[in-house]
């Protein structure tokens, strides 16, 4: 049973998955950083001082902070300013894993062209090619 799961756990695919994991997590926390660090503060700017990420609706009459943590405290709220943030943190993951993979599509079909290893449509069978031109006769009412 050991060797069975030594050898389930140190399979490329599980390794490659567990890199791609751990680099997923560092990748968020970056972007994560971007929004609220960059974005955020530059569209609060230009909002005249808005900051996002403490906007709130009371659900009860018991809250009167002024900041998301400390009216999650007092009673029940919605979120909805950290909503816009955690909405535009998923925009800019998503255009940037667009560009990633359009840039690497690119470079696969760059180097396809090279190579010449693009794929190939498969071969059609003969007996399917000679099937099909005895359709196509049957088709156009020609019979030699």
Excluded at 32 to 61: C, E, H, R
Excluded at 102 to 112: A, F, I, S, V, Y
Excluded at 122 to 131: F, G, N, Q, R, S
């Amino acid at each position: 049973m050991w060797n069975e799961f030594k050898q389930f756990a140190l399979r490329g695919n599980v390794i490659d998955l567990a890199i791609g994991i751990i680099i997923g997590a560092a990748f968020g926390r970056i972007v994560d950083s971007l929004v609220g660090d960059i974005f955020m503060p530059i569209i609060g700017a230009v909002t005249g001082g808005l900051d996002f990420s403490n906007y709130f609706t009371a659900l009860s009459g018991n809250v009167t902070a002024g900041s998301l943590d400390e009216a999650k405290k007092q009673g029940a709220v919605l979120g909805w300013g950290h909503f816009i943030t955690v909405a535009i943190n998923f925009a800019i993951i998503a255009w940037i894993l667009f560009l990633l993979v359009k840039g690497m599509n690119r470079l696969r079909r760059t180097e396809d062209a090279k190579t010449g290893t693009a794929e190939k449509p498969p071969e059609i069978p003969a007996d399917v090619k000679l099937l099909t031109e005895i359709r196509d006769l049957l088709k156009t009412g020609r019979t030699t």
